[in-house]
Each structure stands twice: as C-alpha cells, then as structure tokens.
C-alpha cells in the first residue's frame, strides 16, 4: 500500500503546480490514498469551498491543517462536512469546529490521520502534541485502522525528530510540515515508523517561502509589516513523499519527491 503525501499547497500557484503534476505522479507511482497539507491552499490562509472542490477533483483524498486552517470563515462548513475529509489541528486549546484526528475509509482501507501543530517557535496556543498523541492512540483499538498517520505542523525540526522517535512503532508515518523547504532526513525509523521533518511546500519558487520576495525583504529590513502576496506565475515547486507499507503495516519504502514546473 502506497501514501502520496503533499506538503502545504499554497495559493493559486500551488493548486495549479498541482493539477501539473499530480496525475504524473499518479501515474508513475500509483499511490492508493493521497493527503495534502491545506494550511495555505486559498491565497496562503486555509481552504475555502472552491478549492477543496477542484483540489479533490484531482484526486486528493484527505486534508490535513495548520496555522493558518481556521482563519477562513468558511472553513467551519468545511470542517463540520457530515463527511469529514479535511481535518483541523488536534491540539488547538479551546473549542473548535472539526475534527483533528479521523479514521478513513478509503478504497478498502481504513486509515487513522490526525493533525497536530508543534510548539516550539509557534505562536498559537496549542497543548502538548507529545501528549496529545498519546491519548488518541489510547482512545482507538489498533485493529480499528490499518496504518496511522501524522501530520506534524511545526517549525522546529528538533520537535519533529523527537516526535518521530516518540511514536516509532505505534504510527506508521510521520510527516512534517509548515517551513515550506524540503528536508533530506527522510528514513524509516528501527520500529518501522517512515518519518521526514518537512515534506516541503507547493508553491512559487522565486519567492521568500511563497510570498512575494519583495515584501518579505523590505518587512526583514524596516520591520514594517508586509502585505502578503503570492506570486501568480513562473517557476513552482511541488514537494511531496511517498511512502510505501509492507503487509505487516510497517513502512518499507520513503521517497522524497519533488518537480518543478513553469505556471503561465
Ligand atoms: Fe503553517
Ligand atoms: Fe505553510
């Protein structure tokens, strides 16, 4: 069993780099469930109806969350679909609409995905990611999903790395997002968890992470803030992993994988 895992899909550019290629990884390497980090999807800040329409028109299976998920008014629909596909962070203190973990039924199997925010160098309040897994690997029976999935939204890769070793064994896969840059750590853990500190982005390339380089520089220099603009065209980047399961549910494969295209 095979998981295509893209990291955040950010802006215009992003959802288009991903129409580009997606069905070129489909083809080559045939994954049976695909995920997408959509922290950034519409204009850098959440998901709205519309692009959660055209992003699982291509094929998207799932959406996992970040920072930036609950910004959006219309996310709260999204959110509280009777049919949950796209999660919100589990770790978000107070209440929230959604979900952050779910199993999924997904072309005969059942996959448990949850959605954690990190906390080092994040402002959000968030509780305890470490302990938070660990009560939602106590409150289901392993024989009620067939592989576990996280998405770890965090700045640090310190966090990350420990995270992965933390549930090494008990989660099949482990990826990390939110820094937009591609991380060459990815390996399988010795208990079989595949893990990466960041899957990278989808985005533009000639820009400071996604936003305009212009802005992003005078704000580093003046300290004024800036406006957040995403480019529209030109050279973008599609980061993803795949991660094959052996049928003893561990992890036997993780490849990073990453394209660029030109978007006019
Ligand atoms: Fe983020
Ligand atoms: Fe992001």
């Not at 470490?130 to 640090?156: C, W």
Request: charged share 25%; glycine share 8%; aromatic share 8%.
């Amino acid at each position: 069993m095979k998981i295509l895992f893209f990291g955040d899909i950010d802006g215009k550019i992003g959802r288009k780099a991903v129409a580009k290629i997606l069905p070129r990884w489909q083809k080559k390497y045939r994954p049976d469930i695909i995920i997408a980090n959509a922290d950034n999807v519409t204009h850098g800040r959440g998901m709205n109806q519309k692009h959660f329409d055209y992003l699982s028109e291509l094929g998207i299976d799932i959406f996992t969350a970040g920072d930036h998920t609950l910004e959006r008014k219309e996310a709260e629909a999204l959110l509280n679909s009777s049919e949950i596909v796209v999660l919100r962070p589990f770790n978000l203190e107070g209440d929230f609409p959604g979900r952050g973990e779910a199993i999924f039924s997904i072309r005969k199997k059942k996959l448990l995905v949850i959605s954690l925010l990190g906390r080092v160098f994040m402002d959000e309040p968030v509780n305890n990611p470490f302990q938070a897994i660990d009560s939602i690997l106590d409150k289901y029976k392993s024989s009620e999903y067939d592989l576990a999935i996280v998405d770890l939204h965090a700045e640090a890769t310190s966090e990350k790395h420990a995270f992965a070793w933390y549930v090494d064994g008990r989660v099949n896969a482990v990826f990390g997002t939110h820094t937009h840059v591609q991380t060459a750590d990815e390996r399988i853990l010795p208990k079989g968890t595949a893990a990466i500190s960041d899957v990278g982005f989808c985005g533009a390339i000639d820009s400071v992470i996604g936003v305009d380089k212009k802005e992003i520089i005078n704000h580093f220099l003046t300290g004024k803030n800036f406006v957040l603009k995403i480019p529209e065209f030109g050279p973008a980047q599609v980061n993803g992993v795949l991660v094959e399961f052996g049928k003893n549910k561990l992890a036997k494969k993780i490849k990073r994988l990453q394209e660029k295209v030109i978007i006019k």
